[in-house]
C-alpha cells in the first residue's frame, strides 16, 4: 500500500502494515520507538510487495503470525507444523524470506539507535536532572562533591582514556549496508524535526523507501573475506566521519560546563580521549600483516590526518576577515606570514591582492597548502600546525580570556589526532619472539639452544644480549619470519621519526606467561636500534596465564634489564588484559573473578616498586568476550585500579553499534567519562573484600564444571554438528584465519567463532555456563546464610553486580527451544544426554538468577532491554529454524551445495542482527 508520497511501481494489492509487531506483543518502552519501528516495517511491506510481489509478503506475513503464536503458546505441534511447512518451501523460495526478516532487523536496529539519540536530546533539553552518565551529570556531581577548580584541573590531568579500534571479525553487516544504515538514521531523525512542512516530509518518506528499496537489491554477505588494507580503511571511516569531530565537541562541553559549574573561564580540558587501531599492526596469527602492510597503514593514516586538517582549514579562509589593525597582537602573526613569503613567493604575491590587510586569512591558505600531501614545504610534524593555529589565536585573544571557537575547536583536534589520526599497536605472539631470538642468538653464536633454556637460562641469555651494542642483522642471513619482524620495528621507527611517538609505542605480546616472554621484546628493540622508545605491554589471555600475572610483573618490576627500560619510559607500565581467551578457557564466572584478582594484584605490586599502571582490556561484544555495557564495566573494576587511565578494545558489531551514529557515539564517550572519572574517584570501601573469599568459591567451582563440560566426551562433535561453527569460517567478516594455526581442536578455535556459533544456536554458552552450579554448591555448603551473602553481594558490590547483569541478559537472549531444534542436527553418540546436561543448568542457573535479583522473570529491572527481547525473538525465530533446515540439508549433501551455504550464510547474519551480537 503506497502511503502517499509516490505511486506504487507496479500494480500490487493493498498492504496491510508489514513485519511490524501485532496486537498483543509487549508495548515498545516509548511511543516514538513504536513509531518508527511501524513506519520502517510498513515501507519495508510496500517494498516486498512492489518488487518481489504479494506471495513474498503473504509468506513473511504468515510465518511471522506463526511464529508469533508459538512464542505466546509454546505449542510444539504447531512448531513442528511450521518447520514441516517451510522444508517444503525450495531454496529459492526461502533465501527471500531469510532476506525480509534480515532487512527488518537492520530497520528496527536503525529505529532503536535513533530513539536513543532523541533521548538523549531530550534530556539536554531539560535543566533537571540531565541523564545519568552525561556531561552534564559529571559536572553536577564533580560540584556535589565539594571540587573546586585546582582540584578539578588536577582530576583531569589524570584522565586518560583510550578507545582501541581491532579487525577482530564479528561485524557480520557489509560496510556498505553499515553506511546505509547511517543514512537511514538520519532520515528517520529528521522526521523528528516538527519545522518540518508536509511536502519535505512526503520527500523524506520518498528518500527512506528508495533507501529501503536498494537495501532490498543489495548484497548482504561478502563473497570474498576483506583485506587488510579494506579493515584499514573501514577504521579510518570512523576516525573520519565520528570520532575526528564527536570527541572534540564532547570535551568542549565538558569544558564549558565545568568553566561555568565552577565560575572558572580559565579551566581548560586537555585531550583525556583519544583513539588508538590494532588494524594493521596485529600480527598475532595474521601471516596476511606484513612488515609493507604496516608501512601501508601509517601513510593512510597521515592522508587521513591531512585531509581531515584541509577541510577543517578551508572555512578559515573565508571566516577570518579581520584587518590587521583590528588585532590584539599581530606582530608574531606577521613575522610569520614574511616567513611564508620566503617559502612561497609566487603564493604570498597572490595572496596579498585577494587578502589585502587580512593577515588571519593569508595565514589560513598558506597553512592549506602546506597541510597537502606532497608539497616541498608541507608541515613535516603536527607541532608545526599547532604552532600556526596558536599564532593566529594569540593574535586575536592574548591573554586567553575568551574562547575562539573556531580555533579552538582545530587546536583540540590537533592535539588528540597529530598526523597519525590513531596510535597503531604493534602485536605478536610470544612464541614468534622466542623462535626470532632463538635464530638471532644462534646466528651470532651467543646461544646454541636458547627455546629449550630454563626460564633463569632464558633471562641470562637475553640480559646478556642486551648488555651488548647491537649488532647488524643480515637480513639475507635470517629467515622470512625473523626478517619481516625486523622490518616493522624498523617501519615503526620511522613512523614517530615522521609522525610522533604517539604514532606508534605501544608493542603487546600475546600469550605472555613468562617474564622472559616480554624480555625478548627489549632484545628485539634493542638490536633494532629502539631502545626505550615502545612500551612493551604483556596481555594475560588464559586463566592460568592471569594467575601467573602478578607474579610475572614481579618480577620484571625488579629486573635490573627491565628497571632501565622503565626508567627510559618515564616508570610507566600498561598490562593487557584477555577477556576473550580467559573466558573460553574457564567460563564466565570464574574468568570475570580472575580478572578481577589479576588487576587487585599486579596494581599493588605496581604500587610497591613505585612503577605507574594502566591497563588494557581486551573486550569483545558478546558477553562471552567481556562485553555488556562499557560504563557499567569501568565502575565494577576493582577499586584503585583505574586512576584516570583506561585501554579498552572497540571491535566488530560494538564499534558500529556505539559509533555508527555520531549522536550514539557521543553518548557513549560521555558515558565512559563520566565512569572512569567515578571510577578514579572511588573510595576504597567499594572494594568489598570480605566477600572476596565468596568470589573465589564460587569461581572455583564454576571452573570445575565448566571444564568438565569440554572433556566430556560428546562434546567436540556436538559443537561442530549443532552449531554452525564451520560455516562461520565462511562468512567472510575478517582477513584473520578463525583458528591460529589451521588444527580443528578447540583448543585452536579462536574465541571470536566460539562465541558466534554458540550465540546462533541461541545456548550461549559462554556467557552463563556453570554458574548455577557454582552457586547450587555453595548454597549446599552454607544454607540460608549463604543466600543471604549472596543476595548482599548483588546489591552492595559493583563488581559482582555487572557480572551476575551481563549474565542474566546472556541468560535472556538464550533460548533452550530454539536451541534443541539445534541439537537435533547432531547425530554423535552421547548428544541427546549432553544437550539436556545444558539445558538443566540453564534452568538451573536461570532459577538462582532470579532469585538473588527477587524476581520472577529475567530482566525485570531492565524493562527496555527485556521488551526489546521479547518484541525481536518471534522475528528472529523464523531465521533460526530457517538456519537448521539449511544445515541438515547441507550437511546430508556433505557441503556441495552453494545454494544452501547461502541459505546458511544469510541466515547467519540475520540472527546476529536480530540478537544484536556475534562476538
Not at 537492520?106 to 535543566?127: G, I, K, S, W
Request: aromatic share 6%; glycine share 8%; hydrophobic share 40%.
Amino acid at each position: 500500500m503506497s502511503d502517499g508520497s509516490e505511486p506504487a511501481r507496479r500494480e500490487a494489492p493493498p498492504v496491510p502494515p508489514a513485519v511490524v509487531p501485532a496486537p498483543g506483543a509487549p508495548p515498545a518502552p516509548h511511543p516514538g520507538l513504536r513509531h518508527d519501528v511501524d513506519l520502517l516495517g510498513r515501507i519495508l511491506g510496500q517494498v516486498l510487495t512492489e518488487e518481489e510481489g504479494p506471495a513474498l509478503f503473504a509468506l513473511v506475513e504468515s510465518v511471522r503470525r506463526a511464529c508469533k503464536r508459538i512464542r505466546q503458546t509454546g505449542d510444539e505441534g504447531e512448531r513442528q507444523q511450521l518447520l514441516r511447512r517451510l522444508e517444503r518451501l525450495s531454496s529459492p523460495e526461502r533465501e527471500p524470506l531469510l532476506r525480509a526478516f534480515t532487512l527488518y532487523f537492520t530497520l528496527v536496529n536503525t529505529a532503536e539507535q535513533v530513539h536513543r539519540v532523541r533521548r538523549a536530546r531530550e534530556h539536554r533539553q531539560r535543566t533537571e536532572p540531565p541523564q545519568p552518565g552525561s556531561v552534564e551529570a559529571l559536572v553536577q556531581d564533580l560540584v556535589a562533591r565539594g571540587l573546586g577548580p585546582e582540584d578539578v584541573k588536577a582530576l583531569l590531568q589524570t584522565i586518560r582514556i583510550e578507545l582501541v579500534m581491532t579487525a577482530h571479525p564479528t561485524e557480520a553487516q557489509r560496510r556498505t549496508v553499515l553506511m546505509a544504515q547511517r543514512r537511514l538514521a538520519g532520515l528517520v531523525e529528521s522526521l523528528g524535526d516538527p519545522l518540518k512542512t508536509p511536502a519535505e516530509r512526503a520527500r523524506i518518506h520518498m528518500d527512506l523507501k528508495e533507501e529501503v528499496r536498494t537495501l532490498w537489491h543489495t548484497r548482504e554477505v561478502r563473497l570474498r573475506p576483506p583485506e587488510v588494507l579494506d579493515e584499514v580503511r573501514m577504521g579510518l571511516w570512523y576516525l573520519e566521519e565520528t570520532f575526528f569531530g564527536v570527541i572534540p565537541d564532547l570535551l568542549e562541553d565538558l569544558e564549558h560546563g565545568l568553566a561555568e559549574a565552577l565560575g572558572d573561564p580559565s579551566l581548560r580540558v586537555g585531550p583525556v580521549v583519544r583513539v588508538g587501531s590494532w588494524i594493521g599492526g596485529d600480527r598475532d596469527g595474521h601471516p596476511l600483516v606484513r612488515a609493507e602492510t604496516t608501512e601501508a597503514v601509517f601513510t593512510l593514516h597521515e592522508s587521513l590526518a591531512r585531509r581531515c586538517y584541509r577541510r577543517a582549514v578551508a572555512p578559515l579562509v573565508q571566516r577570518l576577515s579581520q584587518r590587521g589593525d583590528r588585532l590584539a597582537r599581530p606582530g608574531p602573526l606577521l613575522e610569520s606570514l614574511r616567513a611564508d613569503g620566503e617559502r612561497y613567493p609566487q603564493l604570498m604575491r597572490e595572496l596579498d591582492r585577494r587578502y589585502p590587510d587580512e593577515p588571519l586569512r593569508q595565514k589560513a591558505a598558506v597553512m592549506l597548502r602546506r597541510l597537502s600531501d606532497t608539497d616541498p614545504g608541507r608541515y613535516s610534524r603536527p607541532q608545526e600546525l599547532e604552532h600556526d593555529l596558536r599564532l593566529m589565536r594569540d593574535s586575536l585573544d592574548p591573554e586567553g580570556r575568551r574562547p575562539v571557537p573556531i580555533l579552538d575547536r582545530l587546536l583540540r583536534q590537533v592535539q588528540i589526532f597529530g598526523f597519525h589520526m590513531a596510535s597503531l599497536d604493534l602485536r605478536q605472539h610470544s612464541g614468534v619472539h622466542q623462535d626470532v631470538v632463538a635464530e638471532v642468538l644462534l646466528s651470532a653464536g651467543a646461544e646454541a639452544a636458547y627455546a629449550s633454556l630454563p626460564e633463569a637460562g632464558r633471562q641470562r641469555a637475553l640480559v646478556q644480549a642486551l648488555a651488548r651494542p647491537p649488532a647488524a642483522l643480515s637480513p639475507q642471513a635470517l629467515s622470512e619470519t625473523a626478517a619481516d619482524l625486523f622490518r616493522l620495528l624498523q617501519v615503526a621507527g620511522r613512523a614517530q621519526d615522521r609522525l610522533g611517538e604517539s604514532a606508534c609505542h605501544t608493542y603487546i605480546v600475546s600469550m605472555a606467561a613468562e617474564p622472559s616472554d616480554v624480555l625478548e621484546v627489549l632484545a628485539l628493540l634493542h638490536w633494532s636500534g629502539l631502545d626505550g622508545r615502545f612500551d612493551v605491554v604483556p596481555l594475560f589471555e588464559t586463566i592460568e596465564d592471569l594467575v601467573r600475572a602478578p607474579r610475572v610483573m614481579t618480577a620484571l618490576f625488579a629486573h635490573p634489564a627491565y628497571q632501565a627500560h622503565l626508567e627510559r619510559r618515564s616508570r610507566s607500565q600498561e598490562v593487557m588484559l584477555g577477556y576473550s581467551d580467559s573466558t573460553k578457557d574457564g567460563g564466565y564466572l570464574a574468568a570475570a573473578w580472575y580478572l578481577f584478582r589479576a588487576q587487585e594484584e599486579v596494581m599493588r605490586r605496581a604500587e610497591e616498586a613505585g612503577v605507574q599502571l594502566r591497563f588494557f582490556h581486551g573486550r569483545g561484544g558478546a558477553v562471552g568476550r567481556g562485553g555488556g555495557p562499557a560504563a557499567r564495566a569501568i565502575l565494577a573494576q576493582p577499586a584503585g585500579t583505574v586512576r584516570g587511565a583506561i585501554r579498552m578494545t572497540e571491535q566488530g558489531e560494538s564499534l558500529s553499534s556505539r559509533f555508527l551514529i555520531p549522536g550514539i557515539a557521543r553518548r557513549s564517550l560521555e558515558q565512559l567519562v563520566s565512569a572512569v572519572v567515578g571510577a578514579t574517584l572511588r573510595e576504597p570501601l567499594a572494594q568489598r573484600e570480605e566477600f572476596h573469599p565468596v568470589m573465589e568459591a564460587l569461581a572455583v567451582d564454576a571452573e570445575q564444571a565448566y571444564r568438565a563440560l569440554l572433556r566430556d566426551e560428546a562434546f567436540p562433535d556436538y559443537f561442530r554438528e549443532a552449531t554452525p561453527v564451520e560455516e562461520i569460517g565462511k562468512l567472510n567478516i575478517g582477513s584473520r584465519p578463525a583458528r591460529r594455526s589451521g588444527q580443528t581442536t578447540l583448543q585452536d578455535l579462536r574465541a571470536i567463532p566460539w562465541v558466534f556459533a554458540w550465540m546462533q544456536c541461541r545456548l550461549l554458552i559462554p556467557g552463563w555456563y556453570s554458574t548455577g552450579t557454582a552457586i547450587e554448591g555453595w548454597m549446599n555448603r552454607t544454607g540460608p546464610a549463604g543466600l543471604e551473602v549472596l543476595e548482599r553481594m548483588a546489591r552492595e558490590w559493583p563488581f559482582f553486580r555487572a557480572t551476575m547483569d551481563n549474565l542474566e541478559m546472556a541468560l535472556a537472549k538464550a533460548d533452550m527451544g530454539i536451541a534443541r531444534l539445534y541439537s537435533s542436527l547432531s547425530s554423535a553418540p552421547g548428544s541427546a544426554a549432553l544437550f539436556q546436561h545444558m539445558a538443566d543448568e540453564y534452568e538451573r542457573t536461570r532459577a538462582w538468577v532470579l532469585r538473588l535479583f527477587g524476581e520472577s522473570e529475567l530482566l525485570a529491572h531492565e524493562v527496555n532491554l527485556r521488551q526489546s527481547i521479547a518484541l525481536r525473538n518471534p522475528y528472529v525465530d523464523p531465521l533460526s529454524y530457517l538456519q537448521v533446515l539449511a544445515l541438515r540439508e547441507l550437511r546430508r549433501a556433505g557441503g556441495a551445495r552453494e545454494d544452501l551455504e547461502r541459505e546458511v550464510l544469510l541466515s547467519i547474519n540475520g540472527i546476529a542482527q536480530g540478537l544484536r551480537n556475534t562476538g
